[in-house]
C-alpha cells in the first residue's frame, strides 16, 4: 500500500460487503474472513501511516486494538455508523465487478478465455492452476507493481474469496480499472468444473 502523508482508508468488513459498494481508493483487508494483522503487517509498510477506519457497526474498537497489538497506533478516526452512512449521504461510491466460478468456465468454453491472476502462494500454485493463469502473490505485490499490466483485463481468485479482494482494492486505488473479482476463489474453480493443471516449476516471488 503506497504511504503517503495522507489518511489510508481501511474497510474491515466482509469481501462480500465490499465487492458491493465502498469507498473510493479505500483497502479491504477483512477484520473476521482471514488473517488480519498478518496482513495489515504485510501489506502497509509504515507502521506510523495515519489510518481512518470503515467497519461493521460494533467493531470499531476491536479493530483499533488489533492494529495496535502489531504496532499500528496511528489510526486517526472511524466512520461513524460504518459504510451505510458514507451510502444514505449520496457520497460516490466504487464497487469490484464479481463473476461467479461458473460464469468463468463459460467464458472458457466458449472460447473466451480471460487473463486469469492467480493471487496465492507459489505452493498453491504449484499445487494446482487455472492453464495459463498469471501467478503474482498477494504478500510480495507492493514490490512486485510492475507485473502488473494496466492493458489487460484481469480475472483475480486466489483460494477462497479473501486475497483476491484484498489485491482487487489495492490495485483499484492505484488506478487499475479492469479487474473482476471470481467468487470463491479456487475452490468454487474446482466445483464448477474448469480445467486445471498442477505445476512442479519453481515461479518467482
Given at each position: 500500500v503506497a504511504n503517503t502523508e495522507e489518511?489510508?482508508?481501511l474497510d474491515t468488513r466482509g469481501?462480500?460487503?465490499?465487492?458491493?459498494?465502498?469507498?473510493?481508493?479505500?483497502?479491504?483487508?477483512?477484520?473476521?474472513?482471514?488473517?488480519?494483522?498478518?496482513?495489515?503487517?504485510?501489506?502497509?509498510?509504515?507502521?506510523?501511516?495515519?489510518?481512518?477506519?470503515?467497519?461493521?457497526?460494533?467493531?470499531?474498537?476491536?479493530?483499533?486494538?488489533?492494529?495496535?497489538?502489531?504496532?499500528?497506533?496511528?489510526?486517526?478516526g472511524y466512520l461513524k455508523g460504518g459504510f451505510n452512512t458514507w451510502k444514505m449521504s449520496g457520497k460516490e461510491i466504487d464497487m469490484i465487478k464479481s463473476l461467479e466460478a461458473t460464469?468463468?468456465?463459460?467464458?472458457?468454453?466458449?472460447?473466451?478465455?480471460?487473463?486469469?491472476?492467480?493471487?496465492?502462494?507459489?505452493?498453491?500454485?504449484?499445487?494446482?492452476?487455472?492453464?495459463?493463469?498469471?501467478?503474482?502473490?498477494?504478500?510480495?505485490?507492493n514490490s512486485n507493481m510492475e507485473q502488473f499490466n494496466?492493458?489487460?483485463n484481469y480475472h483475480i481468485h486466489c483460494a477462497g474469496g479473501y486475497r483476491s479482494v484484498i489485491m482487487s482494492s489495492i490495485l483499484i486505488a492505484r488506478g487499475f480499472k479492469q479487474l473482476v473479482n471470481i467468487k470463491g476463489g479456487?475452490?468454487?474453480?474446482?466445483?464448477?468444473?474448469?480445467d486445471v493443471t498442477a505445476s512442479t516449476l519453481e515461479n518467482q516471488d
Open positions: 489518511a489510508l482508508i469481501p462480500n460487503e465490499f465487492t458491493e459498494g465502498f469507498i473510493p481508493n479505500s483497502i479491504f483487508i477483512g477484520l473476521n474472513d482471514g488473517p488480519f494483522a498478518s496482513w495489515v503487517g504485510t501489506l502497509i509498510i509504515d507502521l506510523k501511516q495515519p489510518i481512518l477506519l470503515v467497519t461493521d457497526e460494533g467493531d470499531e474498537e476491536e479493530v483499533i486494538m488489533r492494529l495496535a497489538r502489531v504496532g499500528y497506533d496511528n489510526t486517526v460464469e468463468l468456465k463459460d467464458m472458457i468454453d466458449k472460447g473466451n478465455k480471460p487473463v486469469v491472476l492467480d493471487a496465492r502462494r507459489i505452493n498453491e500454485f504449484n499445487g494446482g492452476h487455472i492453464e495459463g493463469a498469471e501467478n503474482i502473490v498477494l504478500d510480495f505485490m494496466r492493458e489487460k479456487y475452490e468454487a474453480i474446482t466445483e464448477a468444473g474448469i
